[in-house]
């Protein structure tokens, strides 16, 4: 039993990397000049979703809440590698994989972009919600 626990978790952590893979070559796609514009607002939006630290179905929720990072990731990534040409995603894999190489790219920009876009969102809920009681 043991065995095939840790053969499954072992598989888990392959996806897990392929996946952080594909979302850098999705991210590094988006800025190549090839990319289209609808694939270019796609890529973002499934890029800016993977690392958002702010799930569609809260991880707390019992099965449905890690269902978001199972199902809508993957997808996401795999319908926007369908959008890009091909000639451009090779370059992106390479390009990826030699600086996956040098270590974890760190992409703070990104963060701070990420984390304001929700504490934007936040904020107007939180005043909609204020307005709503006070009327």
């Known amino acids: ?5 840790s053969r499954f978790f072992d598989w888990i ?3 897990v990397r392929e996946i952080k893979k ?3 070559v999705l991210a590094i796609a988006y800025r190549h000049p090839a990319t289209p514009w609808y694939a270019k607002v796609f890529t973002a939006i499934v890029v800016a ?3 958002s630290p702010i799930d569609l179905v809260p991880d707390f929720i019992p099965i449905l809440g890690y269902l978001d990072d199972v ?3 993957p997808l996401g990534i795999t319908l926007a590698l369908r959008m890009i040409p091909d000639e451009v995603l090779k370059e992106a894999r390479l390009h990826a994989v030699e600086e996956l190489e040098k270590g974890d790219p760190k992409n703070w920009w990104a963060g701070t972009i990420i984390i304001l876009i ?3 969102l ?3 809920t939180l005043l909609k919600i204020i307005r709503w009681f006070q009327d």
């Open 118 to 120: 929700w504490v934007i």
């Open 13 to 15: 952590k392959i996806k």
């Open 1 to 5: 039993m043991d065995r095939k626990r």
């Open 22 to 24: 594909e979302i850098y």
């Open 122 to 124: 936040a904020a107007s």
């Open 49 to 51: 979703y993977a690392f």
């Open 71 to 73: 199902i809508l990731v």
